[in-house]
């Protein structure tokens, strides 16, 4: 999972953030403390930040559209939604490398339903992206 940030990140300088730049500043997250012993954010995500993260990749070159995926990441668990391909399903702690995909199994299907409405709040929530993205099904 990445993390585009621009040279200067948002909030450290006295300019405004540019309209299109979309996201919002990661250092109250930087600057937050854990509780006494314990790192800063090991307990929980700070009041106003949710509890997944989200996010969209939408391809390149010509062939825009087809390599398009959307990705949910919980604490526990990632979804990983690619419109023309297989989806797939992770247990974070349990298999780090993600070299087992959880999403056919029948055991794991309340759990992808859960975190596939989640990420759909989320892709809403984010707007179209590249207008020949589909929608999930």
């Keep these: 999972t990445g993390l585009e940030a621009p040279a200067r990140p948002a909030g450290s300088s006295p300019q ?10 990661l250092l109250p997250l930087l600057r937050a403390t ?5 790192p800063p954010l090991q307990d929980a995500a700070p009041e106003g930040w949710p509890e997944d993260a989200y996010s969209q ?4 070159g010509e062939g825009r559209g087809l ?3 959307r990705m949910l990441r919980t604490e ?7 419109p023309h391909d297989v989806d797939e399903l992770y247990d974070e702690q349990g298999d780090p ?5 959880l999403a056919g199994e029948p055991a794991y299907q309340p759990l992808r339903e859960e975190l596939q409405a989640r990420l759909e ?14 929608a999930l099904p």
Excluded: C, I
């Design 16 to 25: 405004p953030q540019p309209p299109a730049l979309d996201g919002r500043s």
């Design 34 to 38: 854990g509780a006494a012993g314990t």
């Design 57 to 60: 990749f939408f391809g390149h």
């Design 67 to 69: 390599y398009d995926v």
């Design 76 to 82: 526990r668990h990632k979804l990983v939604y690619y």
């Design 97 to 101: 490398w993600e070299l087992h995909n």
């Design 121 to 134: 709040r989320r892709m809403a929530e984010a707007g179209p992206g590249h207008p020949a993205a589909p």
